[in-house]
């Protein structure tokens, strides 16, 4: 008899790829199908990052196999051909079932463990050498692997001569010695059909065969092949034949609940969930809306519970929407209804969100021209939010596992017609309750000056800065330059320039503080000082992902103080070129194309 034990080679190293879903398909097929007393992966990185690896761990046994790169005097620089060689000589050692890893078995092999050795045809002229059965010490592996030095010589000139066109060969010698199958036993399509991946009406297709062959390795290569598209969430989504047969084996996903709070907002609503229908749940928490929210929540299958916090303050309806979510949920993604999930979210979560994660950085788009690495989506358990405005999750008697990506998850598109009038008072509140924490001082501080109140925002920039925690260079820099305008405003421009110019201490390589130093030195006529901090400026070229960015910084601003200041000092030819700059981001601006017509003097 065959002994019943599976057999499968990946090798690491140049021209290898990367071990995929349809390789952890391969060996979930063969496990559950089979039922073999053991499969051996055969393979020289046991560390092998891909998730896909770690979840065949539970199913195979890892045996250690450095893959030969010579072979009789014959080069084997590709992993393919180093296993063509191991799976012969582990048949020939062990016996077994071969099986490349983009074969999935579609019912056990039974009927063919009492034959000798088993392959099946390919074509009229080859043999298919992706699923091979045979017994220890079977002759005609034996044979097939005397011949295998000449017959891998001509593979030089013969695409795989070795292992599919040299076996039929030899069993043309050899007949008593190899059951062979027709094709449609093992390969019942080619590699240039995809029809597995249509309706179930291919399915009497599949009624005489024990296998497929998925041809990844040709696949990978097409752009927008479905292979490509294969994933746990595809299986459990798409409906086709594909699915049907292999669905079972897709590993349990993550649950995900999108969860917001809510009053009086019904222009976002659909936007808002549409947005988010991959989610397992949208969860809008409503605090009392008027309007028709709730009831268009409820038509896109939101559960919209009713809350009443009163006092008003954020972080306690961000923690009464939170403890609604039932416990079964995994991943919590906490928005604004005026935010907007992107295309592929879920998609990019599941990639990235591993079983010990907890908490997910990624990009965000503030919706000001700042983008910048954002950290509220969390785990369902472990996390309460903090602070009575701008409030923030933070962990609970946990240890935080991080997740990140670089794509760019959500969007804000505010209402610029919303008004913030509550939330100095509640900033306010934050700086009572947490005094040291800087974060909401910060806050508080500049809330103060978005209200006009440029004394009061002074004196709590100075106590912000005097906290022991507020070491972040970025905000602290921030802070100067808020205390700077605050002055200006005061029309104190002594005080003004000596904030601007410590905040490029604070932090000089950054663009903000040097184009803050520029525009008061240009309202104060300074025009050395203007050109100079305007120039450079112009010399920082990398835009951090950070929420204190100001993207006028990045347009035609300091090109356009170089170009002002250059003028009053002389400087024609340099003020021309950075007109010219300026008017390349802006050609629109009345202003700046006026600028240079009276530079160039016209």
């Known amino acids: 008899m065959i002994p019943n034990i599976v057999h499968f080679i990946w090798f690491s190293g140049p021209n290898s790829r990367v071990f995929g879903y349809v390789n952890y398909l391969a060996v979930r097929a063969a496990h559950d199908i089979q039922k073999p007393d053991a499969i051996y992966m055969w393979t020289n990185d046991e560390d092998n990052e891909s998730p896909y690896w770690d979840a065949i761990r539970p199913y195979v046994t890892m045996k250690a196999c450095k893959p030969p790169k010579i072979f009789n005097g014959i080069k084997l620089d590709r992993p393919q051909y180093q296993a063509d060689v191991v799976r012969l000589r582990v048949l020939r050692d062990h016996g077994g079932i071969y099986l490349d890893t983009d074969m999935l078995l579609l019912k056990p092999l039974t009927p063919f463990m009492d034959k000798p050795c088993v392959m099946s045809m390919e074509s009229e002229t080859s043999m298919n050498a992706g699923l091979i059965m045979a017994k220890p010490k079977t002759p005609f592996i034996q044979r097939w692997l005397a011949g295998l030095p000449k017959a891998m010589k001509k593979s030089q000139s013969v695409w795989a001569y070795h292992c599919v066109v040299y076996p039929l060969e030899l069993y043309e010698k050899n007949r008593d010695l190899l059951h062979v199958e027709p094709a449609q036993s093992f390969i019942p399509f080619n590699f240039h059909d995809e029809w597995i991946y249509g309706d179930l009406s291919n399915l009497s297709r599949l009624e005489q065969s024990y296998s497929v062959h998925m041809y990844d390795t040709y696949w990978e290569g097409v752009p927008y092949s479905e292979i490509l598209k294969l994933n746990d969430r595809y299986m459990r989504s798409e409906k086709n034949l594909f699915t049907h047969l292999f669905g079972k084996y897709a590993m349990p996903g993550i649950k995900i609940c999108v969860y917001a709070i809510s009053k009086n907002e019904e222009q976002f609503v659909d936007r808002f969930c549409e947005s988010a229908k991959d989610a397992d749940l949208i969860l809008i928490a409503d605090t009392g809306s008027t309007d028709s929210t709730v009831e268009l929540a409820k038509k896109h299958g939101a559960l919209v519970p009713s809350i009443h916090i009163s006092p008003w303050r954020f972080d306690l309806a961000r923690n009464a929407a939170l403890a609604l979510i039932p416990k079964d949920i995994d991943v919590c993604v906490s928005l604004d209804l005026d935010e907007e999930l992107q295309p592929g979210w879920r998609e990019e979560i599941e990639r990235v969100w591993q079983k010990d994660s907890t908490r997910l950085r990624y990009k965000?788009?503030?919706?000001?021209?700042?983008?910048?690495?954002?950290?509220?989506?969390?785990?369902?358990?472990?996390?309460?939010?903090h602070h009575p405005c701008h409030e923030y999750p933070v962990p609970d008697r946990i240890e935080e596992k991080w997740a990140h990506t670089d794509m760019l998850l959500v969007i804000h598109k505010p209402d610029p017609t919303k008004s913030r009038g509550q939330y100095l008072d509640l900033l306010r509140v934050s700086v009572e309750e947490d005094p040291q924490d800087p974060r909401n001082a910060f806050y508080y501080a500049r809330e103060l000056s978005f209200h006009g109140m440029w004394s009061e925002s002074i004196d709590a920039c100075k106590a912000y800065l005097d906290l022991p925690k507020a070491n972040w260079p970025?905000?602290?820099?921030?802070?100067?330059?808020?205390?700077?305008?605050?002055?200006?405003?005061?029309?104190?421009?002594?005080?003004?320039?000596?904030?601007?110019?410590?905040?490029?201490?604070?932090?000089?390589?950054?663009?903000?503080?040097?184009?803050?130093?520029?525009?008061?030195?240009?309202?104060?006529?300074?025009?050395?000082?203007?050109?100079?901090?305007?120039?450079?400026?112009?010399?920082?070229?990398?835009?951090?992902?950070?929420?204190?960015?100001?993207?006028?910084?990045?347009?035609?601003?300091?090109?356009?103080?170089?170009?002002?200041?250059?003028?009053?000092?002389?400087?024609?030819?340099?003020?021309?070129?950075h007109a010219e700059n300026a008017v390349s981001y802006a050609p629109g601006d009345e202003r700046l194309v006026n600028n240079l017509a009276m530079i160039r003097g016209k």
């Open 474 to 577: 970025n905000e602290r820099c921030y802070a100067m330059r808020v205390m700077a305008r605050c002055y200006a405003e005061l029309n104190d421009y002594a005080n003004a320039l000596a904030w601007a110019r410590r905040a490029v201490a604070e932090s000089p390589d950054t663009r903000e503080p040097w184009c803050e130093v520029a525009m008061l030195a240009y309202r104060s006529q300074r025009w050395e000082e203007c050109y100079g901090a305007a120039t450079s400026a112009l010399k920082i070229t990398e835009r951090e992902l950070v929420y204190t960015c100001d993207p006028e910084v990045w347009g035609y601003q300091a090109h356009d103080l170089a170009a002002i200041s250059a003028w009053n000092l002389g400087l024609k030819e340099q003020a021309i070129v």
């Open 364 to 385: 965000f788009d503030w919706g000001v021209g700042i983008v910048f690495y954002y950290e509220k989506i969390h785990a369902r358990n472990g996390y309460r939010w």
